[in-house]
Structure formats: structure tokens, C-alpha cells
């Protein structure tokens, strides 16, 4: 009997404008970089080169940061509402501009368009938005206190949301008068050079943005810059360690979202179905390549082998392959270090003992992909249960009690996220009252706002971002007696 299936719905990457080449954002400007060293950007889901794009080195990096320098007094003097100009101005370009950069995050990514789309480019401009509005509050928001910018503001980026770390890091540091010099991932340069030319549509001040591309030394060479008076880091928890390590002793500030293996705990009161969606939600949203990911699945005993059976049912109708498709659910896995990685940490759940689900699907022969993996039997000592795999990689384990659900859930260096699924509002209050994370959603998962501060406890980092308290990162508050 034939088998139904959608047909395909690419998107169409006519509406982008890759260039061959591209140039530094510095001080209003795309120039070339002093070494004249450029790597290739490729696409992930085919392997295709995309552009050439230069390596700031030392050189580079101190003339982003003295422009940023020179253009903080002014950007900082201007009033709250001026500024504000410029950011609706942004946010509205960004929406303006909203199919360009969604498709470009795609090519350049290998995140699903339907996602890129209808997720990533709609919170890019919430921020702009949401952020913008603060700038003329600063006066007000801090009762007792004065809020002043701290200068220039270094900022480094992971790849698994290019645009939204973007967003995360320029606009409330924007609000708050400070200029920045951001540092995007190596894989995925792309779209933040193409919000360099928004700020340029914008008639942004030269040097309030500056955009340096580059991989780990470029952003080593920033963060050790010696007129940085802020680092904000999102990335892994080694090199966020690294980091760490290289501003003990100076007086730059600094905030760090690291890694994650976030609990997601199902009750046997829970809505299954709903469950289910929201367990696929938090685990294989953007492959999994998300720092609050529900990585790790704790069912009541009770009803786990009802729950797998759904979720293994629901894992066969996700559909594998080319972002820019609009029906694809799991696109392309970033990079082929990451495809590896994930691999070896496969490798090892199995050797350890756990059994994995694959549902049957067609990889495609070139990029980078991998199967929705699910893998049970597991126990708290694996190191599928332990290590951020940062891929659409699910280890499921079983409770008995509330209690020993929140044990077993803070059981992790990590303490980024949680879930909880339960009919009950006293033992969600409960449970997220116990369980070091810095969000808890409750019968939901993988929810952003721009208004909700989100973070970490322990070796997830410090600092919010995301509403009132994320502005409070880029600001001085001083007592106002
Ligand atoms: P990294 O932490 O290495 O990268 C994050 C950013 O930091 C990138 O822009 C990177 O540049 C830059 N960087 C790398 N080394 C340094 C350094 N010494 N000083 C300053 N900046 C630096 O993440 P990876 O891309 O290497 O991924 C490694 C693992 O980290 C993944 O497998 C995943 O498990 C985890 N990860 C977690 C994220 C999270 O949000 N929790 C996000 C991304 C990754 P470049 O891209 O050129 O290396």
C-alpha cells in the first residue's frame, strides 16, 4: 500500500544575498581583516561552501574595541528616548526583514526554516522591541538607585541560536548606553553580519555595534582586551571556565550561560499526549542543540512504559532532512565536530549498557545529520545521564516519589532548566520550589519571553538575561542618597 508523506515545500533562498566574501563591522564599516586570513562558511545540511569570511586577529580586535570606545561617550549621553529611536528602528528592520534572516539562519545553521522562522526571527525582534522600551526608564527602574551604563561591552556567542544570542546580548546592552563588540561562532557568522547592515539601515551611530568574526583565539583576544569593561559569554561550561579564569583579577564584569541537562519530570497525573509533545519540544527542538534542552526524561514509574510507547509512536512521524523545507522537523546537526560528538557520546550509552530507539529514517547523503535517539534503561552513573550532548539525544529514567524525583533530577553539575508535567499547582509549587534550575516550566517546555529572566545555578553559569534583570547586567546601579 503507498504510503502517505508530504510533499516537499522548500523554501526559496532567492530572497538572500550571499556574498563571496565578507568584511569585519567596525566603526560603521565592513573591512578587511589586518592578517588577511579568511575561513569558508559552509551550509550544514550540504556540506556547500557559503562565503569566505575573515579571522580577526589582535590588530582587528583593538580597533573594534577603540571604536567602541570612542563611540560610547556619545551613545551614553544621548537620552533614554533617543536611543530608543534606534532600537525600535532595529526591531522593526529585523521583522521587516524577517524571511532574509530566517532563511540565511537556515542555509547557515541547519536549523529547520518552520523554526528559524516562526520562533528565532519573531524573539530576535520581541527583544529589539522589549528592550527598547526600557531605554527611556532607566531613571525609574531601579527605585533608590542610578542606573549608568558600564562601557564597552565584549560579547561572545554560541552557534545554536545565531541571531537569538544576538539579540540576548545587543539590545539590552544597547538600552543601557553601553557600545559593544560581539563575537559570533565560527560555523555560523553569517547572520550576524547581516545584522550589521541593519544597524547600518538604522543610521546606528558607527561603532555603538561592532562585529568580529573569528574562531576560539578571536574570541580570546577580545575577552583579554584591556579597555573591555564587560564580558557576556553564552557557550560551553569549559570555556566559559576559561574565561572566567582570564578576567580574575580585573574589574570587568561578567556574565556566563553555560551548559546544561535539564530534567524533565513527568507525573502519572499528567496529561500524556501533552506530554509527549512537550518532551519532543524539549528535546528535539534545534536537534537538541539547546542549553536548556530536556535532555534528560524521569517518568513515574507508573506510567513510563505507556508514556515510551507514545513518545516512540510520536518519534516515527518526525519528519528528518533538509532545513529549508518547511514540513522538516529535525534539520541538520551544526558541524561535523558536533555530528561527532554526538556519535561518541552514543557510542558510550550503549557500551554502557542503556538500549537505544531509533525510529527508521532516511538520512540524507551529504550534511551533517542525525536520528531522534531515545535511550532507556539508563541510570544516574551514565554518561548520557551526565554530559551535555548538545544533539536530539533523550535518556529516559523512572522515579517513584517527588522526593526522589527532585534528587534524582538535581543529581547533575548543571541547573540551567526543568520541567514538571502534573494535574497538581501545589506539587508544581513544590517541586519548583526544590529543583536547582534556574527556570522551571510547568506543563510546557522550551517557552521564551523577553520579559522572563532566564539562567543558571552551578556549573550552568551566572547572571540573567532576559527582562528587568537582564538590563540590570549591562548597568551600574548606584545608591542615589
Ligand atoms: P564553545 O563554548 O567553544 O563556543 C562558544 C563561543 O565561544 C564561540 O563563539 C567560540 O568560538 C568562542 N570561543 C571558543 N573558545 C574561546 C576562548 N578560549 N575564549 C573566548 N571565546 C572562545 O562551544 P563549541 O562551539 O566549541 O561547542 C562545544 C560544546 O559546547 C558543544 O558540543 C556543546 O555541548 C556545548 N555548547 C553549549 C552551548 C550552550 O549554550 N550551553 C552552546 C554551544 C555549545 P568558535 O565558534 O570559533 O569556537
Known sequence: MAKWDYSAAPESTEIVDVRDTYGLFIDGQFVGPASNDYFKTINPATEEVLAAIPIAGETDIDNAVRAARKAFKKWAALSGGERAKYIFRIARILQERARELAVLESMNGGKPIKESRDVDVPLVAAHFFYYAGWADKLDYAFPGRRAEPLGVCAQIIPWNFPLLMLSWKIAPALAGGNTVVLKPAETTPLTALLFADICRQAGLPPGVVNIVTGAGPTGQALVRHDDVDKVAF?????VGKEIQRAVAGTDKELTLELGGKAANIIFDDAPLDQAVEGIVNGIFFNQGHVCCAGSRLFVQESIAERLIGK???????LRLGDPLDKNTDIGAINSRDQLEKIRKLVGIGVEEGA??????CDIPERGFFFPPTVFTGVSQSHRIAQEEIFGP????????????????ANNTPFGLS???????GSRILWMADRLQAGVVWANTFNRFDPTSPFGGYKESGFGREGGRHGLEAYLRLKETT
Open 393 to 408: 539525544v533523550l535518556s529516559v529514567m523512572t522515579f517513584r516519589t517527588p522526593a526522589e524525583a527532585v534528587t534524582k
Open 234 to 238: 553564552t557557550g560551553s561550561t569549559e
Open 418 to 424: 526543568a520541567g514538571v508535567w502534573t494535574e497538581k
Open 355 to 360: 538500549e537505544l530507539y531509533q525510529p527508521a
Open 311 to 317: 513518545l516512540k509512536q510520536r518519534l516515527a512521524t
